[in-house]
T-cell receptor, first 115, second 115 residues
Framework: DTGVSQNPRHKITKRGQNVTFRCDPI?????LYWYRQTLGQGPEFLTY????????KSRLLSDRFSAERPKGSFSTLEIQRTEQGDSAMYLC?????????????FGSGTRLTVV | AQKITQTQPGMFVQEKEAVTLDCTYD???????LFWYKQPSSGEMIFLIY??????QNATEGRYSLNFQKARKSANLVISASQLGDSAMYFC????????????FGSGTRLQVQP
């Protein structure tokens, strides 16, 4: 397994369109996280899955955002009716445990530009 | 609630010298973990070092060491013998061992290593 994979790497979309991003975690990792990172800022937590269950959602995750992790494997993050403020890097991370060093492995992100 | 503060937006260091990147934190969790990540221009978050709140000794990983002062709630990263490849964004992050399992990040420090 080569790590966490995110597709696409870059996405340019027109305002009002829907977009979907995919994250393939490390296969044995049961925890999956989505973060959003705007220019010059640190990543901000969006949502978290343990297996297929979505256990927590940030207030940043408006009703235009939805995330799924069917069968506890890959995850998708969909943004409906995109706005210019949605332009950001969307990072996915996975982990096997969340205590101690609890290695979080991050993907390279999907950079979204809304024009 | 958890908060990470990084007060140095940018730092310069000469190649082969040591540099300290500051990080202070705030949390109500009695047990927590502190992380440092490196983010090169390619975008992926690279794990550098971890410190548990009850660890007796400061963490070290190769050229990276963490100066953990629990009473001051600080977790500064020390990079020894800086290399040109160390130029990147550096993020301090924390995770409480109760409640939210995701990382909370600071706003980052951009380190530039000069030849």
């Amino acid at each position: 397994d080569t790590g966490v994979s995110q597709n696409p790497r870059h996405k340019i979309t027109k305002r009002g369109q829907n977009v979907t991003f995919r994250c393939d975690p490390i296969s044995e990792h049961n925890r999956l996280y989505w973060y959003r990172q705007t220019l010059g800022q640190g990543p901000e937590f969006l949502t978290y899955f343990q297996n297929e269950a979505q256990l927590e959602k940030s207030r940043l995750l408006s009703d235009r955002f939805s995330a799924e992790r069917p069968k506890g494997s890959f995850s998708t993050l969909e943004i409906q009716r995109t706005e210019q403020g949605d332009s950001a890097m969307y990072l996915c991370a996975s982990s096997l445990q969340d205590r101690g060093k609890g290695g979080y492995t991050f993907g390279s992100g999907t950079r979204l530009t809304v024009v | 609630a958890q908060k990470i503060t990084q007060t140095q937006p940018g730092m310069f260091v000469q190649e082969k010298e040591a540099v300290t990147l500051d990080c202070t934190y705030d949390t109500s969790d009695p047990s927590y973990g502190l992380f440092w990540y490196k983010q090169p221009s390619s975008g992926e978050m690279i794990f550098l070092i971890y410190q548990g709140s009850y660890d007796q000794q400061n963490a070290t990983e190769g050229r990276y060491s963490l100066n953990f002062q629990k009473a001051r709630k600080s977790a500064n990263l020390v990079i020894s013998a800086s290399q040109l490849g160390d130029s990147a964004m550096y993020f301090c992050a924390m995770r409480g061992d109760t409640g939210r399992r995701a990382l909370t990040f600071g706003s980052g420090t951009r380190l530039q290593v000069q030849p």
